[in-house]
Structure formats: C-alpha cells, structure tokens
Antibody, heavy 117, light 113 residues
Framework: QVQLHQGGARLLKTSETLSLTCGVS????????WSWVRQPPGKGLEWIGE???????YYSPSLSSRVVISRDTSEAQFSLTLHYLTAADTAMYFC????????????WGQGTMVTVS | DVVLTQSPASLAVSLGERATIHCKSS????????????LAWYQQKPGQPPKLLIY???NRASGVPDRFSGSGSGTDFTLTISSLQAEDVAVYYC?????????FGQGTRVEIK
C-alpha cells in the first residue's frame, strides 16, 4: 500500500533553513494533493501548504513569505523548504497525501521532529 | 480564512456510551459542483500521526469502524462515537479542505470517565 517516508529528527539554529523531503512508495504520485502539516509540542495541527496535481502550490498566509513546497514527479517525492527559522518553528512536521476526490489527508508520514535553538 | 471552532475542548465518556464532538465553521465549505461539504475528521493518538476517519462530512474512510459517524450541513458539523471503546481515547480534529488556506479545528480530547 501507499507509504510516505520521512527522515529523522533535525536540530537547527535560529535563522537557518529547513529542508524536508517526503518520499512516496507503493502507489501513484500523480493526481494527488501533497501537503505539509506541523504540530508544535503539545499543541494542535497547523497546515503549512500543499502542491496540487497540476503543480501549483498554496501556502498558509502566516508562512508564505518563508516557505516553498515543490514536487519531483520523476522521483515520486515532494519537499518543504522553510527559511529564517525561529524557535516558534519547533514542531513535528508531517507530510500527507490529499485524496484525489475528497482532498482529505488519507495517508500520513510518521513525522519529523524539528527543533530550532 | 475559514475558522473551525470545536466544542468541547475535552470530554470524558464512560465505556460504551456516546461521545459527540461539534465543529462550527465560520463560512460554508460546500462545493456546489458535487454538493459535498469538504469537512473531514481525524483521530490522533499520542506519538502517532493523525488518521483520517471521515471525509465529505459523513463518509467513513477505509477500515474505520462503524461506531464512528459524521453528520452536518451548512456550517455545523458533528462527529459521533456511538459506543466508546478504550482504543478511542485520542484527540479529534475537524478539517476543511475546501478553501485555501486549509484549516483545522483546535482539537477535542476524548477520555474515559
């Protein structure tokens, strides 16, 4: 079945750039919505952004000046880049697949803990 | 932005009893093209990613037990667990995937009384 593969925990410093990649295996990469969602420790879910089947990307207004989400269809993976990190970016970062019909996140990665100090 | 307000923030229910969670949207999430509300529900257990329970207001995702049901229309939506089981202890989130930016409710923690 479809799986999303995320890397291990990351420790970064303030003002550095975060780069995360999510690999997709076991199913088609095309026709789906590929998203990033984060969750600060002990808090709720925050949508970061997504890339659509047509290749266009959409972002949270609060992060749009610092974030880029892209995809590589030949490698069946998509990426998150977040610039100018602060302590407020410390969170678990999840990649997720949005269903091609309902757009709801039907497959999730296990998450990558990102700590900014 | 579409603001989703969940209530209550937490609830404690006896095993076998009903649990009801509400989600109110600040605006419609109805797509008139297919007459579906793009409102989903997720369950998140500690140390795990969220799991999709319900999409399009009332459709259960694959493998989700039928004690979970979703309902609603307009701007008011509900997730019901008809007979709470021990494994249902979790935080539940509503989510709209109709507008950008996508948004989540703040979560409802369900515990055993």
């Amino acid at each position: 079945q479809v799986q999303l593969h995320q890397g291990g925990a990351r420790l970064l410093k303030t003002s550095e750039t975060l780069s995360l990649t999510c690999g997709v295996s076991g199913g088609s990469f095309n026709n789906y919505y590929w998203s990033w969602v984060r969750q600060p420790p002990g808090k709720g879910l925050e949508w970061i952004g997504e890339v659509h089947p047509a290749g266009d990307s959409y972002y949270s207004p609060s992060l749009s000046s610092r974030v880029v989400i892209s995809r590589d269809t030949s490698e069946a993976q998509f990426s998150l880049t977040l610039h100018y990190l602060t302590a407020a970016d410390t969170a678990m970062y999840f990649c997720t697949r949005g269903s091609d019909y309902s757009k709801a996140g039907d497959i999730w990665g296990q998450g990558t803990m990102v700590t900014v100090s | 932005d579409v603001v989703l307000t969940q209530s209550p923030a937490s609830l404690a229910v006896s095993l076998g009893e009903r649990a009801t969670i509400h989600c109110k949207s600040s605006q419609s999430v109805l797509f008139t093209g297919n007459n579906e509300n793009y409102l989903a529900w997720y369950q998140q257990k500690p140390g795990q990613p969220p799991k999709l329970l319900i999409y399009w207001t009332s459709n259960r995702a694959s493998g989700v037990p039928d004690r979970f049901s979703g309902s609603g229309s307009g701007t008011d939506f509900t997730l019901t667990i008809s007979s709470l089981q021990a494994e249902d202890v979790a935080v539940y989130y509503c989510h709209q995937c109709y507008n950008h930016p996508r948004t989540f409710g703040q979560g409802t923690r369900v515990e055993i009384k």
